[in-house]
């Protein structure tokens, strides 16, 4: 069990960039799959980036691929996703999300399979 604090989101223009973070508390962040999820209004929570325990494997969903990047540190206990050329579809309320007891090779795009989640951070992109 990790408790998860999301941060870095905001009002941005189209085309811009910007960075969220994930600070994790607990001894067993390095065990953790890690994840960010995202969910507009009215549309349910869509999978948008995973990375592994050791952070050597990465999945991204289609609609960000090439734009986002997921790192982590773990020796900080953080999770980074940083986001460039943002689209207003892109708007979302963006969370953190965590695994401890599921393999990286369990499907990592629902969200049934996470078990920690953090807050949220809004993320607004202007046209």
């Known amino acids: 069990q990790v408790q998860l604090v999301e941060s870095g989101g905001g009002l941005v223009q189209a085309g811009d960039s910007l960075r969220l973070s994930c600070a994790a508390s607990g001894r067993t962040f390095s065990t953790y799959t890690m994840a960010w999820f995202r969910q507009a209004p009215g549309k349910e929570r869509e999978f948008v980036a995973a990375?592994?325990?050791?952070?050597?494997?990465?999945h991204y969903a289609d609609s960000v691929k090439g734009r986002f990047t997921i790192s982590r540190d773990n020796a900080k206990n953080t999770v980074t996703l940083q986001m460039s050329s943002l689209k207003p579809e892109d708007t979302a309320v963006y969370y953190c999300?965590?695994?401890?007891?599921?393999?990286?090779?369990?499907?990592?795009?629902?969200?049934?399979?996470?078990?920690?989640w953090g807050q949220g951070t809004q993320v607004t992109v202007s046209s």
């Open positions: 999300a965590g695994r401890g007891e599921v393999r990286w090779y369990e499907d990592k795009t629902k969200e049934r399979t996470y078990d920690n």
């Open positions: 990375i592994s325990r050791s952070g050597d494997s990465i």
